[in-house]
T-cell receptor, first 114, second 110 residues
Framework: DGGITQSPKYLFRKEGQNVTLSCEQN?????MYWYRQDPGQGLRLIYY???????QKGDIAEGYSVSREKKESFPLTVTSAQKNPTAFYLC?????????????FGPGTRLTVL | QKEVEQDPGPLSVPEGAIVSLNCTYS??????FMWYRQYSRKGPELLMY????GNKEDGRFTAQVDKSSKYISLFIRDSQPSDSATYLC??????????FGTGTSLTVIP
């Protein structure tokens, strides 16, 4: 079955630690995205990538980093510079440019800073 | 001004009620209008999609777009407890930039 997987489902981090959230898709989509979701704030775009080895900052990129070495994979690193990282993180992908362009979402990773 | 405004609710209705969920947007270039449904602790999934103004019906769900007033609606008829979720509107133009409302939390009480 085609889809997007995220791991782990739950992640706990101590202050000062970097952590990496995994996102893999087998939909053959060109574009991939990372969002952060906090209560009452909807989805906020962290980073997106339209093609391998290229990515752009979204609205809230500070304290985060990404890589896109393979089409299928778009890992997100939450660095110690991110002051309030506790949130629900969603990865998404879409086919790419064009008119109708649906985003498919993964199941999410809930990150908690202890 | 935000690109998309959505009343966060929460909205609580009895089973069988008609539910109306609404969004407004500011960008007149938006052409595609989507509604996503998100169950608690899950990723959003596409529920409805419309192109330009007009209505689209899918079972108990109707999506309505009024581009002249930049107003998007989702109606749910004969609401069921399984409809309890957060609903996000997502208008967009062609390309890879997506915009989302904050989501409206809906609870349908049996």
């Amino acid at each position: 079955d085609g889809g997007i997987t995220q791991s782990p489902k739950y992640l706990f981090r101590k202050e000062g630690q970097n952590v990496t959230l995994s996102c893999e898709q087998n939909l053959n989509h060109d574009a991939m995205y990372w969002y952060r979701q906090d209560p009452g704030q909807g989805l906020r775009l962290i980073y997106y990538s339209q093609i391998v080895n290229d990515f752009q900052k979204g609205d809230i990129a500070e304290g985060y980093s990404v890589s896109r070495e393979k089409k299928e994979s778009f890992p997100l690193t939450v660095t110690s510079a991110q002051k309030n990282p506790t949130a629900f993180y969603l990865c998404a992908s879409s086919i790419g440019q064009g008119g109708y362009n649906e985003q498919f979402f993964g199941p999410g990773t809930r990150l908690t800073v202890l | 001004q935000k690109e998309v405004e959505q009343d966060p609710g929460p909205l609580s209705v009895p089973e069988g009620a008609i539910v109306s969920l609404n969004c407004t947007y500011s960008n007149s270039a938006f052409q595609y209008f989507m509604w996503y449904r998100q169950y608690s602790r899950k990723g959003p999934e596409l529920l409805m999609y419309t192109y330009s103004s007009g209505n689209k019906e899918d079972g108990r769900f109707t999506a309505q777009v009024d581009k002249s007033s930049k107003y998007i609606s989702l109606f749910i008829r004969d609401s069921q407890p399984s409809d309890s979720a957060t609903y996000l509107c997502a208008p967009r133009r062609a390309g890879n930039q997506f915009y989302f409302g904050t989501g409206t939390s809906l609870t349908v009480i049996p």
